[in-house]
């Protein structure tokens, strides 16, 4: 149970995976799918589901690892060298320029989900000039005081045990958030799940897949409802 599982690519298990293609935006190889003449966008840092595009939004999930996922094999590169390469700060940056060429394709409202790392690029990014929606899917190495600077709609979905993101942090996440009532706020822990589980399961564990198929629902009524 760690934070890179989800740096994988791609970071899941399940059949959730499907019709794209993958394309330059914003500078950066994209895996992209749904509508083109879509006018509503979703940045997915970093996975796909096509059950988002699906709904109709045009979904892009850009290589923000430039072909360099972490995993446990590389003894070369254990997670504190390969996270000096991939700082979430760089993943800020790049991922800046994707929201601008959304924006010239012609999507007038933009959602984002963060997973695991992306989590904390997507707590920068959760301001109106970038975004108009967030969700954080059992996200890592988030600070307290990060959370009180979010200013668009953003959800929470948290895993029961998680090193990365315990419950008590969960919570606290959740009493910052009430506070700014100015701002739409979600935030649910699944019960039976580990980090990760919402992008590693298996298929054949019934509880798994129930369990990640609600977040993804979760995930998908919070953009249907505040991305339009």
């Not at 394309?23 to 749904?34: R, S, W």
């Not at 966008?41 to 595009?53: E, N, P, R, T």
């Not at 005081?145 to 979010?150: I, L, N």
Request: aromatic residues 10%; negative net charge.
């Amino acid at each position: 149970m760690a934070g890179p599982q989800c740096c994988s690519n791609p970071p899941i298990l399940s059949s959730n995976c499907g019709d794209g293609s993958v394309l330059q935006l914003g500078g950066l190889n994209t895996y992209v799918t749904g509508s083109p003449v879509s006018k509503t966008g979703i940045l997915l840092i970093s996975d796909v589901f096509d059950k988002i595009a699906y709904s109709g939004f045009y979904v892009v999930v850009p290589d923000f690892f430039y072909g360099d996922p972490f995993t446990y094999e590389n003894a070369e590169k254990p997670l504190p060298v390969w996270i000096k390469f991939h700082g979430t700060e760089k993943g800020l940056e790049d991922a800046k320029p994707v929201i601008a060429a959304l924006k010239n394709q012609g999507i007038s409202a933009i959602g984002a989900a963060g997973f695991c790392w992306g989590g904390k690029v997507l707590v920068k990014l959760a301001k109106p000039e970038y975004i108009q929606a967030a969700v954080m899917l059992h996200p890592s190495f988030l600070k307290l005081d990060e959370m009180k600077e979010v200013q668009v709609p953003i959800a929470i979905l948290g895993a029961e045990v998680d090193d990365y993101c315990p419950i008590e942090l969960l919570k606290q996440f959740e009493e910052v958030l009430a506070s700014k009532t100015e701002v739409n706020s979600f935030v649910k822990m699944f019960p039976g799940t580990e980090h990760g589980w919402t992008v590693r399961y298996s298929d054949e564990d019934e509880n798994a897949v129930k369990s990640a198929e609600e977040a993804h629902q979760d995930m998908l009524d919070w953009f249907t409802k505040h991305v339009k």
